[in-house]
């Protein structure tokens, strides 16, 4: 039998972690291991419990989600954080994806969303809600990729590093790295891999 999947619940709001905490728990596969009230605790908390999965709320006092996020990542690379807001606004969306969240799931998402979000997440697969889906593609055709972009894109896309792309086109490796971090935000793409998936099933790569 394999080993439940361990959660940390971060949300300033006590009634949204019980809820939460009794949906999730009413599965066998998963197990509550911590919950936080804000951003700072969640960093503790996770320091302490080293979970699987966390979902935490976008907005907290003291730190938000993403914020908090950012801090696991820079002892915990490798950390899955779902994000579980209200907040579905386009600029909220851009900063999860610069921050790296595995996920952004909206709080009125049904059980079977929620569950089917954090076993995905557990897998290493992305996971976008139907709805945040819809908001994105809607901004990606509004937002293209620039001609700059696509060429830092292919450069990815040959199996080059930031290094070498930045020397064939003849700018800095940080203005490399500044491409890259939109790049990901108008893909909603978690990494390079998946950045040049994206890009060929839209055509925007010759090959």
Same mark, same amino acid.
């Given at each position: 039998?394999?080993?439940?999947?361990?959660?940390?619940?971060?949300?300033?709001?006590?009634?949204?972690?019980a809820?939460?905490?009794?949906l999730? &728990? +009413?599965h =066998? *596969?998963? !197990?509550?291991?911590?919950e @936080?009230?804000?951003?700072?605790?969640?960093?503790?908390?996770?320091q302490?419990?080293?979970?699987?999965?966390?979902?935490?709320?976008?907005?907290?006092p003291?730190?938000?989600?993403?914020?908090?996020?950012?801090?696991?990542?820079?002892?915990?690379?490798?950390?899955?954080?779902?994000?579980?807001?209200?907040?579905?606004?386009?600029?909220d969306?851009?900063r999860a994806?610069?921050?790296?969240?595995?996920?952004?799931?909206?709080?009125? &998402? +049904?059980? =079977? *969303?929620? !569950?089917?979000?954090?076993? @995905?997440?557990?897998?290493?697969?992305?996971?976008?809600?139907?709805g945040?889906?819809?908001?994105?593609?809607?901004?990606?055709?509004e937002?293209?990729l620039?001609a700059?972009?696509?060429?830092?894109?292919?450069?990815?896309a040959?199996?080059?590093?930031?290094?070498?792309?930045?020397?064939?086109?003849?700018?800095?490796?940080?203005?490399?790295?500044?491409?890259?971090?939109?790049?990901?935000?108008?893909l909603y793409?978690?990494?390079?891999?998946?950045?040049?998936?994206?890009?060929?099933?839209?055509?925007?790569?010759a090959?």
């Amino acid at each position: 039998m394999n080993d439940p999947i361990r959660l940390v619940i971060a949300d300033d709001h006590p009634v949204i972690r019980a809820g939460l905490r009794a949906l999730l &728990s +009413s599965h =066998a *596969e998963f !197990v509550v291991a911590g919950e @936080a009230s804000n951003g700072l605790q969640a960093v503790e908390v996770w320091q302490q419990a080293k979970p699987d999965v966390g979902l935490f709320d976008l907005r907290m006092p003291g730190l938000d989600g993403l914020e908090a996020l950012k801090q696991i990542r820079t002892q915990h690379p490798q950390a899955a954080i779902v994000i579980l807001t209200t907040m579905t606004s386009e600029a909220d969306m851009d900063r999860a994806v610069a921050a790296g969240a595995n996920a952004y799931l909206p709080k009125q &998402s +049904s059980t =079977a *969303e929620i !569950v089917g979000c954090i076993r @995905a997440v557990r897998r290493g697969a992305p996971y976008v809600h139907p709805g945040v889906q819809k908001r994105l593609v809607e901004r990606g055709v509004e937002e293209p990729l620039t001609a700059r972009e696509c060429e830092v894109l292919s450069g990815i896309a040959r199996g080059l590093s930031n290094r070498h792309v930045a020397g064939e086109l003849n700018i800095a490796e940080g203005t490399v790295k500044t491409h890259l971090k939109r790049i990901f935000g108008k893909l909603y793409a978690r990494n390079r891999t998946e950045a040049v998936v994206i890009a060929r099933r839209k055509g925007l790569l010759a090959h």
